[in-house]
């Protein structure tokens, strides 16, 4: 009796090691069968340094760089000589390591002008501006302001004095002033329109409505003696 209950012992034992061999090389497989096979590969170019307007590429300032084939960036290139075979310049900035798209330099044997960053269906125009509206942009909320006075001479002899400096910002606008409070900032002032229904020939209704060149002058000299007294 107690050999077959060692043989009956050992039987179950096999039996059960054998199952849980089984067991383990089905779930081997099956993670096998579920892990994907790696992407495919391919190689694009990088900058090998930081690249900017105006810099022709060259061979010494970009390398071919691994990259996955179901990643590449749009306009991406693959081999250094594709972009080395004719002249080509850089419109917009690139990184080191960054993909040179074909989106930031110009075409074969372009140069580096408005033309070649223009894509279809675009056109450029040219817009005429004045002084003040051309540094009308820099002006930004809280910022103070120089005023200079350039006087022509003889012989091409010019003089320039500071009329007055560090003055706030006056905004000037017809309508709404509420949104250029915004850049003429909290000691800066804005001469505009608020209140609207009147009906006058433009000059009487802009009288009326403090929208007239000795009320920004009268505005302006309270900002500078404001400026001067503090």
């Known amino acids: 009796m107690i050999g077959f209950a060692v043989l009956f012992g050992l039987l179950a034992v096999f ?45 010494t300032a970009l390398r071919e760089q691994s990259w996955p084939a179901d990643a590449l960036p749009a306009g991406a290139f693959g081999k250094i000589a594709d972009l080395t075979a004719e002249k080509r310049i850089v419109l917009m900035p690139i990184d ?5 798209l074909a989106s930031k330099i110009t075409g074969p044997g372009q140069r580096a002008t408005l033309s070649a960053v223009l894509g279809p269906g675009m056109k450029a125009v040219t817009v005429r501006v004045n002084d ?27 003089a320039t004095d500071v009329v007055v400096e560090d003055v706030p910002v006056l905004a000037i606008e017809a309508g709404v002033s509420h949104f250029w409070r915004a850049y003429a900032g909290f000691e800066g002032d804005v001469v505009g329109i608020d209140r609207f229904g009147e009906s006058a020939p433009a000059e009487q209704v802009a009288a009326a409505l403090g929208l007239t060149a000795q009320a920004v002058c009268l505005r302006a000299r309270r900002l500078v003696q404001a400026k001067q007294s503090a």
């Open 132 to 158: 003040v509206q051309g540094v009308a942009g820099f002006v930004l909320p809280g910022d103070r302001v120089d005023v200079l006075l350039t006087r022509q001479g003889e012989k091409n002899f010019a």
């Open 96 to 100: 080191v390591n960054e993909a040179v």
């Open 15 to 59: 039996l059960a090691q054998t199952w849980l061999n089984n067991q383990a090389d089905a779930r081997m497989k099956s993670l096998e069968a579920n892990r994907k096979a790696p992407a495919p590969e391919r190689t694009i170019v990088v900058a090998n340094r930081p690249l900017r307007f105006g810099d022709e590429l060259n061979a």
